[in-house]
């Protein structure tokens, strides 16, 4: 990148930073490294980011040899990291890595509370295997503290993929997880085990008792959770 926006500098730094460090790029750029392909896909994880800046940031990428396009098997476009792009996931890791230790109080910060991004990172997380019965298993989230159209999501566990849902899918409920928004993004983050919001009073699991076991093992931590062991204790405090 050259002209008025570049640094103006040969130090590889500045060159990368030319790229790297626009608004939202590092976002798109954690999404098409977390497997979101399609545009509306890519668009679910940056929630608060327009359709039209994404367009444009994609197109940023593509000329920086970062990502390249092509044809969808179900029609449409896809959208894929090159080598180099995917050589950017140590990066992005390092980055995330950095603010669970030495950013933590900020990440659960109420301006940064997003239920779209939070189901949607944990849909793309859970264990579609483990289904109490391997039929249709349905759990609903119940968030205190999100914008009204927003305190109520489904994850409706069918045999090939997990959908998320937003307006009631009209199936029986298997199982009810009632927290707050924020307690839920620290459970996510692992700031606080699931252990200790039930023991606390800030999660409630309702259904039978291997439903409730069943939480555990397909609800999984973001990938980044295991850092926070290794936080300061400088930067750990974390009120409810």
């Known amino acids: 990148m050259t002209g008025t926006r570049g640094y ?92 669970q230790r030495w950013m933590r109080h900020d990440l659960a910060a109420v301006g940064n509370l ?21 039929r249709r298993f349905v759990a609903e989230f119940r968030l205190a503290g999100a914008p009204p159209r927003r305190q109520r999501w489904w994850l409706v566990f069918e045999p090939e993929a997990v959908d998320l849902c937003y307006r009631d899918p009209g199936f029986e409920v298997d199982l009810l997880v009632e927290t707050s928004l924020r307690v839920l993004t620290q459970i996510w983050l692992g700031h606080v085990s699931i252990e200790q919001a039930l023991r606390e009073d800030r999660l409630r699991l309702v259904g039978s008792r291997a439903q409730v076991a069943a939480f555990r093992s397909w609800f999984v931590l973001s990938r980044l959770a295991l850092a926070d062991a290794a936080a300061p204790a400088a930067s750990s405090a974390n009120p409810p």
Request: glycine share 12%; net charge positive.
């Open 114 to 134: 997003d239920p779209d991004l939070l189901m949607w990172d944990i849909r793309r997380t859970v264990i579609n295997g483990i289904r109490p019965g391997g």
């Open 8 to 99: 103006g500098q040969f130090c590889p730094v500045a060159v990368a930073a030319e790229v790297l460090a626009e608004r939202w790029t590092p976002l798109v750029i954690r999404e098409l490294l977390l497997g979101s392909v399609r545009f509306n896909d890519l668009q679910r994880g940056v929630p608060r980011m327009s359709s039209a800046l994404l367009a444009r940031r994609l197109k940023e990428l593509e000329c920086a040899g970062i990502v390249e396009r092509r044809p969808g098997a179900r029609g449409g476009s896809e959208y894929h990291l090159t080598p180099a792009g995917r050589d950017l996931s140590p990066v992005v890791e390092g980055m995330g890595l950095w603010a």
